[in-house]
């Protein structure tokens, strides 16, 4: 006799209308789901675009988040995770495989060339996993310092460690704190700047501003007479992902890094998302010449193929003596699946010239967004920095004021399949986020052709019109 279990899953041709009735019922809808009304499913992926029911492409723009960054079905790495399943699938964390071992080494060995600096890597499954553990590292160093400086628009996860850091309380109010919360820095978002500044002659005020906070006592960071810092750390996303991919002004970042070196403030770099060349270089950091102590890292290292994050961090926080085996802990943490997709990742990376070819892929399409801002007055700002691209969505009647609604609306319309180009229709998938929920952050596959890039410019064009 079948079970009820058996009798759902072997249905291959349940109607859209069955599955998101069955979701409706069984499905937790607190795990991120829902930011659109009906959730959109799809069946099937490549390249650059996702696939519904109906066979309807839908040219994706966010790439799970920044997950994807190599295009779905990347053949080379789907082979790579193939290719594991058939010789050491599992492993128990207390074993070693060369997959983990030859990908840390990679990694470590990369971080060297480019900071001259020597480190060890460390693995767990998801990007707030990974910011966990590097808090374990950063108080261990400390001496258990629990305070740490994040930035305003900062995002690093949401378990209950990594939310203290990120910035929204939409993420805490339900469920307290986890030890203590960041202290959070305005971060330089010159578009909209804080302190009312224009980024042509601030000086960059913002960092004076945080620098202050050491002049004295009695500014509530600093003991000058044995020259100790209550804060152990400064968690930063070099270019703010959630935030709005904002890009921080030239020389904000070496002058942020001279204060925190001053005080052994350590610098960790959040590359979740901006690693392995969404920002143009293998870390997002690179572009603003200052040396990190820790780095985080995951989401593209599988191209979403497999739950693998990690953080590298220097030597001397970081060897046996200091953090020992058993420090953290997680069952699938460097499991082999993960591990080896990752080492081939890493190894197409070094074959391949991906800082020329993000850099002049992110140029072109920066031209075209551009253009899209000269023609509607509803785009306040567009940036971008390789394929970390923004389109900032504001009030008509100021080009200034955001506007959240009609954001939603661009994002909607994007998903209703109903865009016309080369005699076939398209949808597109958008990802919403900014300090307003009114900036369109872009992180298409680095894989993306011209040709994509421009149907891609002439489908926004066409949201865009019909919107307003």
Not at 103 to 124: D, P, S, V, Y
Not at 215 to 236: G, L
């Amino acid at each position: 006799m079948q079970t009820d279990l058996a009798n759902t899953i072997s249905t291959d041709n349940l109607a859209g209308e069955d599955l998101l009735a069955l979701e409706a019922k069984y499905c937790s809808y607190g795990d991120t789901v829902h930011y659109n009304d009906p959730p959109k499913v799809f069946t099937r992926c490549e390249g650059s675009f996702m696939y519904d029911a109906e066979g309807r492409a839908f040219l994706d723009l966010q790439m799970w988040y920044s997950a994807v960054n190599f295009g779905y079905a990347n053949e080379r790495l789907n082979n790579a995770l193939k290719k594991q399943i058939d010789t050491l699938p599992q492993i128990a964390s207390e074993y070693l495989h060369k997959e983990k071992i030859l990908l840390a080494a990679a990694i470590a060995k990369n971080i060297e060339r480019t900071f001259g600096m020597k480190g060890r890597c460390h693995f767990n499954v998801g990007g707030a996993q990974a910011i966990e553990d590097s808090l374990k590292v950063v108080r261990n160093a400390s001496n258990g310092k629990s305070l740490m400086f994040a930035f305003e628009g900062g995002y690093h996860g949401r378990t209950l460690g990594a939310s203290s850091m990120t910035s929204s309380y939409r993420y805490r109010r339900r469920f307290g704190h986890f030890g203590d919360r960041a202290q959070f820095i305005p971060f330089p978002y010159c578009y909209r700047c804080p302190y009312g500044k224009k980024r042509e002659d601030c000086g960059l005020y913002c960092v004076d501003q945080f620098a202050r906070l050491f002049d004295s006592e009695y500014q509530a960071v600093w003991d000058s007479k044995v020259e100790e810092a209550e804060y152990a750390a400064f968690y930063v996303e070099p270019i703010q992902g959630t935030g709005g991919y904002v890009i921080p002004p030239e020389g904000y970042f070496e002058k942020l890094k001279e204060i925190l070196e001053a005080r052994k403030i350590l610098l960790v770099s959040d590359e979740i998302q901006m690693g392995l060349y969404r920002a143009g270089k293998f870390w997002s950091i690179e572009n603003f010449n200052v040396k990190p102590d820790i780095i985080v890292f995951g989401k593209a290292l599988t191209n979403g193929l497999n739950p693998l994050c990690g953080l590298w961090a220097r030597e001397e926080l970081i060897n046996p003596d200091v953090f020992p085996a058993g420090s953290t802990h997680s069952t699938y943490a460097s499991n082999p699946l993960g591990t080896a997709v990752a080492l081939e990742t890493i190894t197409m990376l070094e074959e391949g010239d991906y800082e020329t070819m993000t850099r002049e892929k992110g140029a072109y399409f920066l031209e075209g967004l551009k253009a899209l801002k000269r023609k509607h007055k509803v785009i306040g700002d567009v940036d971008g920095l390789g394929m970390a691209l923004r389109i900032e969505i504001c009030s008509a009647h100021d080009g200034y004021t955001p506007d959240r609604e009609l954001t939603g609306k661009i994002n909607e319309m994007a998903l209703g399949a109903t865009l016309e180009a080369n005699g076939r229709r398209y949808g597109l998938v958008l990802d919403i986020g900014g300090y307003y929920k009114n900036v369109l952050t872009m992180a298409p596959s680095l894989e993306i052709s011209y040709e994509e890039i421009d149907l891609a410019i002439e489908l926004l064009d066409q949201v865009f019109t019909r919107c307003t």
